[in-house]
């Protein structure tokens, strides 16, 4: 008899929410206005406009990393005390945005989770682009990139093997990992839709580079079976990566033994900061995507309440974690790590730290409230806020932790030049280009998972 209740009021309870796709809509309908975005839509001015200037930013980038390979890593103003500046800071600030998408994907996923199907596409395809933005710093920051090899373990006549021991090669094993395990997982889940595009397709090279990509899916039953069982399996490798990847990347700090950085509660603060940041850049690339290709029957209101609300939780992780940062430096009684603490809140860089508790910590709050939670434009300031509240975090680990050594005589002081600002707008133009070829050229929202919604939707609809 309980079991009957409870089963009542779930089910009161679902035909109560709004529906996670718009009504008078059919297979037919779904399938045309999505592919419609990449085969049979003109490309509007506004893309040619924002891609133009993306693919300026992207001509910085080189010309920046042609200038670097040229003079030395020099031109940055990374210096005695602070030996790691904007590269390594951006570099952690990129793999935490790519989070995101695999919790999307494949956690939301294996706990069978309906609202991820209108976003899962957005974040998996910012996954793949900001990993490839991270990829570029540690390499750069190298000064001789063309010796990355170094930390590959390949068998060589010479007996060189990368020291193991060292978390800068863990990063190497993390972030390939997780770009591979990633890069797999949306490519299995664009095969059914790249065979869409394919027979919709009427331009001859369409139809065969959708073709090719298509892998000849015809949608038979053994087709489906083959692809469900290798979708759940990816999502299930790629679940663990979400923790993994960037706890070793906070084990670059952590196993340290510098004050600021020697701590134990870094790689689950860092896992919670990164999938803030992710949600944050989800938000911030799917809400005005959402307005200009008007997918509101795709994106609803339930989608952006739901991505509030994560981003509410995790921001509320990310003050745990600042305030148990603090708690654990002075209750050490290390007079080297209360320092360290006591210079982030009143040292030359004090502007930045309460910048960044204001945009990590103050700035979220305003997403208890349902109006703003409701209001996509709310929605998107404050996850634009986040982003840069996400890299003055990096920017405070990094350097301040640095800037100020044991010995008075080994202080210094550190500030970007104009190399460092390029190679960054580069990275974020080279990331939106990538994104607008995406939206041009791939289906933006997974059109056979929307299918499947359908029959749900029609049932809430007609509900009384």
């Known amino acids: 008899m309980a079991t009957e209740v409870h089963r009542e009021v779930h089910e009161q309870r679902e035909s109560a929410r709004p529906p996670l796709i718009g009504p008078g809509h059919n297979f037919a309908t779904v399938t045309d206005k999505i592919s419609a975005l990449a085969l049979s839509r003109p490309t509007s001015r506004r893309w040619w406009l924002g891609f133009g200037f993306s693919f300026a930013l992207v001509m910085l980038l080189l010309l920046a990393i042609s200038h670097l390979l040229v003079r030395g890593v020099g031109i940055w103003g990374i210096n005695v005390p602070v030996a790691w500046g904007f590269a390594i800071v951006n570099f952690v600030w990129w793999i935490g945005i790519g989070h995101a998408g695999t919790l999307i994907s494949a956690i939301l996923l294996l706990l069978h989770q309906q609202w991820r199907t209108s976003i ?51 990063d190497v094993f993390a972030v390939t990992t997780y770009l591979l395990v990633s890069l797999m997982f949306w490519y299995v889940g664009l095969v059914p839709d790249m065979a869409t595009l394919r027979d919709r397709s009427t331009h001859r090279m369409g139809r065969i580079v959708y073709g090719v990509l298509a892998m000849g899916w015809r949608g038979s039953a053994r087709h489906w079976q083959r692809y469900e069982a290798a979708y759940t399996l990816l999502a299930g490798l790629a679940a663990p990566l979400v923790v993994s990847v960037h706890t070793v990347v906070s084990f670059d700090f952590a196993v340290a033994i510098l004050p600021g950085w020697h701590s134990t509660v870094f790689p689950p603060y860092f896992v919670a ?13 799917v ?18 309440q739901n991505m509030g ?66 209001s996509p434009v709310a929605l998107f300031g404050v996850a634009m806020v ?28 550190y500030s970007g030049t104009i190399w460092d600002w390029a190679t960054f707008l580069g990275t974020i133009g080279l990331f ?33």
């Open 120 to 170: 899962n596409r957005f974040a998996e395809a910012m996954t793949l682009f900001a990993v490839a933005c991270a990829g570029l710093f540690p390499l750069l920051h190298m000064g001789r990139p063309w010796y990355g090899y170094w930390l590959v373990p390949y068998p060589n006549t010479m007996q060189l093997w990368p020291q193991f021991r060292s978390p800068l090669v863990w």
């Open 432 to 464: 939106l280009s990538l994104v607008f070829l995406f939206i041009r050229f791939m289906p933006v929202i997974s059109i056979f998972e929307m299918r499947t919604l359908l029959p749900e939707a029609k049932v809430k609809e007609e509900l009384p």
């Open 273 to 285: 900061g990164a999938i803030f940041s992710g949600f944050a850049m989800v938000l911030t690339l």
């Open 386 to 413: 986040v982003n840069v509240g996400m890299w003055l975090e990096r920017y405070v680990i990094v350097v301040v932790s640095l800037h100020r050594d044991y010995l008075p005589s080994s202080w210094g002081m």
């Open 287 to 304: 809400i005005p995507i959402r307005a200009l290709y008007g997918l509101h029957d795709f994106i609803t209101a339930r989608h952006l």
């Open 309 to 374: 609300k994560i981003l509410l939780a995790t921001g509320l992780m990310v003050a745990y974690g600042y305030l148990m940062e603090a708690f654990a430096a002075v209750y050490s009684g290390n007079p080297y790590e209360r320092y360290v603490q006591v210079n982030r809140m009143i040292g030359p860089y004090a502007l930045m730290y309460w910048a960044l508790i204001a945009c990590n910590i103050v700035t979220p709050q305003l997403l208890w409230f349902r109006a703003v939670r409701a």
